[in-house]
């Protein structure tokens, strides 16, 4: 589980990140990093939208994004925003692949 501070919880923090990070694609998701001159804890978002599946799979779809990220954590330079959006097709993945994409993406855009 992420603690408080490496949430993004702001709908305005999710859009600045989402319209001026860099963007990375995968095969299941596509992440959005976005930094600031703060060098506070880095902070996560995501975004798995009901096209994904039902709200069990989505959720257990979000509890596997944190889950990575939470591993990740230290490995990710101070202030920056990262949102990952799930894409349809994460519904069938496993984990290590999910875990795959998305650490492939952390560490090209968002590694210290």
């Known amino acids: ?5 490496n949430r993004l919880t702001r709908g305005s923090d999710y859009k600045a990140t989402v319209r001026r990070g860099s963007r990375c694609a995968g095969a299941h998701t596509v992440t959005y990093v ?11 978002g995501f975004i798995v939208s009901r096209q994904v599946g039902s709200a069990v799979t989505r959720n257990t ?8 990220c939470a591993e990740a954590l230290p490995s990710i330079r101070g202030g920056a925003s990262i949102v990952i959006r ?7 993945t496993d984990y290590a692949t999910l875990r795959a994409d998305v650490v492939r993406c952390l560490e090209r855009k968002a590694s210290a």
């Open 61 to 68: 779809i979000r509890r596997r994004l944190k889950a990575v």
């Open 34 to 44: 976005g930094t600031s001159a703060d060098t506070d804890a880095p902070r996560f």
């Open 1 to 5: 589980m992420l603690a408080k501070p």
């Open 86 to 92: 799930a894409l349809p097709s994460a519904a069938t």
